[in-house]
């Protein structure tokens, strides 16, 4: 009797065990009825998985049984990794996958889930804002700026203030706020359905009859054009790293640069620029490519409601083509007294996908001619299959240029570039079809907004060549910056509301005052190489996810790690058209 009593009490730990060091990591956000439908359960021990059942969440029955599990080996921190597949199942309904005796958290299936989640980013942007900042109902830098690198000489004012903070910094950039103009535009355009209008102009509450993304798009067209203020003259950067003074808010900045309360403007000169460290810029044709590309797409966006605003547009969006081509070559933002910079390295996508977007305009063939030769010069934008990359070394990090073209009326071209887009998608697929979450992605410092481009881009193909074969690799990185990661925590701030996302963002405005920053897509994981050679990272708190990290990859939610937890601007508006994607597909699907 002793002994049987023994044989319980061990099976009974050993259960114990088993649940406490296994999980099934779901999408939090949830799932549309018909489409791909997969959570990944991993385990600190070699079990073996090979069958799951779907429960209600509210009578706990079980509703579906499945056993199509996928079955993968060590990975990050865990010794496996199941794939367990439940796309068949479609009945709306509130849910709880088990296996053995891990549970996973409750999840939603419907058409509406994703519903709202667009605009939920558009918080985050507006908080962002720089001059008048409805968040805090206060302005800030509004005597932006004093020239500098200017050929008739430094110190001379030139009125830049709006625009949006980069990210917990203070420092405004034109190349990351051209991107999130068009990102924004592009969203809105392929998706009008999909956004709100609650708030006004200048970002305070109230419906002023226009849609919500298209208000915070044109804040950014409007200082991008005080950015570029006549044809030749274009300004790459406001502020530099001697921001980086600790946390304030934006506000209460009291950071100075020897001129006043003004901030340096950057001259684009083709040519190195940085105080003790140095870019290594070679030509103007990234950031004019940028330039031209959200210019151009306003002009179409705008047309209808303000042909005049439109008609400016699509003067300044040729002036910047011509611009970027009379110095064909990168220009990288300005260190000061610190080795970071955006190492941008590659600028031909940056011209093709700004001779796409006129071609779009004015239907022109000089411009469609244009955009396939500079897209032909990168076919693949090369992060994709790579195990690294410095620091935003190809960006924007998904081209958007091959679509367009892809999606163009010539049968040769269209063919062409939906080629290069599956290229790109198949080198991702690769590099991750051996992990339990389908990874492909490279652990580089800003991972998540790699993510939110290769699931675009997924997305894009799909609509534009009828070929479904990435689906799966498609929600993989859809769920991923949703909760189905090693650490089980959604990578946007507030969203969903009743998730588990991160509540210790390295910002000023959580730190110091609890704001929250809904809707902000946090930088995400790193190599734990990289995490463990940042210059002055600490952090703050005892790490809640320390179970989980791993020499391959780290994320923590702490204040201190800007490396994982600082949301950005540009991050969270590569995600919007993605996000209107998807509500848009729930509301098509709706019986």
Known sequence: ?????????????????????????????????????????????DIQINAFALHNATTHEVVWQGEDVQSFGAYAAFQTGHRLNFSNFKRPGSYYLQANQTKSPVFSIDHD???????????????QRCGFNPFLKDSCHVHDGFRVYHPSG??????????????????????????AVYQMLFAYQQNPESFGDEFDAAGLKGSNGIPDVLDEARWGLEWLMKMNPSPGEMY????????????RLPNHDSVSYGKGKERPIYFITGKPQGLKYKNRTTGVSSTAGKFASAFAIGAAVFSEDDPEFAGKLEKKAVEAFNFGESDLGVCQTAPGNAPYFYEEDNWVDDMELAAAQLYQLNGENEWLNKGRSYG????????????????????????VGHFQLANSREEKVRKEFQFYMRSGLKKNYDRGKDNPFLMGVPFIWCSNNLVAAAASQAHLYAQVSGDRQFA????????????????????VVGLPESGKFPTKPHSSLTLLDGY????????????????????????????????FQSDLVVYHDDFGDYSTNEPTMDGTASLIYFLSALEKEGKESRP
């Open 1 to 45: 009797m002793l002994r049987y009593c023994f044989l319980v009490l061990l099976i009974t730990v050993s259960s114990c065990k088993l649940y406490a060091q296994s999980w099934i990591r779901i999408n939090q956000l949830g799932y549309l009825p018909a489409s791909q439908k997969v959570a990944v359960l991993v385990s600190k021990e």
């Open 154 to 179: 430094d110190s001379a004012h030139v009125n830049v203030s709006g625009g949006w903070h980069d990210a917990t910094d203070y420092l405004q950039y034109t190349a990351t706020s051209s991107n």
């Open 113 to 127: 889930v994703y519903e709202g989640a667009a605009d939920v980013l558009l918080h985050y942007m507006r908080q």
């Open 236 to 247: 790459n950067q406001i502020a530099d790293d001697r921001d980086h003074a600790g946390f």
């Open 516 to 547: 929250a920053l809904t809707g902000g897509l946090v930088d995400g994981p790193v190599y734990g190489s990289i995490f463990n050679n940042l210059k002055g990272l600490t952090l703050m708190d005892e790490d809640p996810y320390a179970a």
């Open 472 to 491: 799966e690799m498609e929600s993989a990185l859809r769920d991923w910056l949703f909760g189905c990661n090693p650490w089980g925590v959604s990578m």
């Open 376 to 399: 032909r010069l990168e076919k693949i934008t090369p992060w994709m299959g790579a195990d690294t990359a410095r620091h935003y070394q190809w960006y924007p990090f998904w081209n």
